[in-house]
T-cell receptor, first 115, second 114 residues
Framework: DTEVTQTPKHLVMGMTNKKSLKCEQH?????MYWYKQKAKKPPELMFV???????INESVPSRFSPECPNSSLLNLHLHALQPEDSALYLC??????????????FGPGTRLTVL | GNSVTQMEGPVTLSEEAFLTINCTYT??????LFWYVQYPGEGLQLLLK?????DKGSNKGFEATYRKETTSFHLEKGSVQVSDSAVYFC?????????????FGQGTTLQVKP
C-alpha cells in the first residue's frame, strides 16, 4: 500500500481564520514533507520532517506552522493567511536515506482558497 | 546546483501516437530520477523511477532510461490514450546533504485527442 491521505480535500478560509491541514501515511515511512503548488507550476518544498523532527524549513512564513505528532501524522497549522497563499498543498512521505528508498509518495492534496 | 530541465508544452497528440517528453538534469553524484504524473484536480502519482545509470523504469506502457552519459531521462510511450492527458514532472532526488529533497522540472502538459 503506497497511500498517503490528506484532509480536507478543499478548504476555504478568511484571512483571520485558523485552520489545520492533516496528512496520514501507514507505510512506515519516517520522512514526511509539505509542498505548496500553484497552478501550472511544480511543487515547492515547504517543510521536511525526518524521524518526527523538523529537518528542513524552506524559509516559510510563520503563518504556516508544521507539526508531526507521531511517525504517521503530519499537520500544517494555518493562521492569518494571505490570498496569495491560495494553492494546492501536498503532503508526501518516504524513507529517509539513499536509493532505493528515497522515493516520495504524494497525497491527493488540499485545495486551499484564502478570501 | 542541481536542476532539471523539461521540454516545454503543451504537447498535443492524437490517440495511438508515439510520445517522447525530454528531460535532462544537472547533478552532483548519482541521484535517483523520477517521473510523476498529475491528472487534473489531483495530487502527484509516481509513474516510474530509476536509481542508477542504465536502469530502465517502466509502468503502464511508459518507459524512461537513466542515461548518465547524456544526463537524460526521457519519457516514452508507444501508443498514448486520451486517459494519458495530464501534466508530467521529471524530478531528481537531491542527495547533497542527504536532505531527501526532490528537484522538479517545470512540468509538461500532455493533451491527447481522440
Amino acid at each position: 500500500d503506497t497511500e498517503v491521505t490528506q484532509t480536507p480535500k478543499h478548504l476555504v478560509m478568511g484571512m483571520t481564520n485558523k485552520k489545520s491541514l492533516k496528512c496520514e501515511q501507514h507505510m512506515g515511512h519516517r520522512a514526511m514533507y509539505w509542498y505548496k503548488q500553484k497552478a501550472k507550476k511544480p511543487p515547492e518544498l515547504m517543510f521536511v520532517y525526518s524521524y518526527e523532527k523538523l529537518s528542513i524549513n524552506e524559509s516559510v512564513p510563520s503563518r504556516f506552522s508544521p507539526e508531526c505528532p507521531n511517525s504517521s501524522l503530519l499537520n500544517l497549522h494555518l493562521h492569518a493567511l494571505q490570498p496569495e497563499d491560495s494553492a494546492l498543498y501536498l503532503c508526501a512521505s518516504s524513507q529517509p536515506g539513499l536509493a532505493p528508498t528515497d522515493t516520495q509518495y504524494f497525497g491527493p492534496g488540499t485545495r486551499l482558497t484564502v478570501l | 546546483g542541481n536542476s532539471v530541465t523539461q521540454m516545454e508544452g503543451p504537447v498535443t497528440l492524437s490517440e495511438e501516437a508515439f510520445l517522447t517528453i525530454n528531460c535532462t538534469y544537472t547533478a552532483t553524484g548519482y541521484p535517483s530520477l523520477f517521473w510523476y504524473v498529475q491528472y487534473p484536480g489531483e495530487g502527484l502519482q509516481l509513474l516510474l523511477k530509476a536509481t542508477k545509470a542504465d536502469d530502465k523504469g517502466s509502468n503502464k506502457g511508459f518507459e524512461a532510461t537513466y542515461r548518465k552519459e547524456t544526463t537524460s531521462f526521457h519519457l516514452e510511450k508507444g501508443s498514448v490514450q486520451v486517459s494519458d492527458s495530464a501534466v508530467y514532472f521529471c524530478a531528481l532526488s537531491d542527495r547533497s546533504g542527504n536532505t531527501g529533497k526532490l528537484i522538479f522540472g517545470q512540468g509538461t502538459t500532455l493533451q491527447v485527442k481522440p
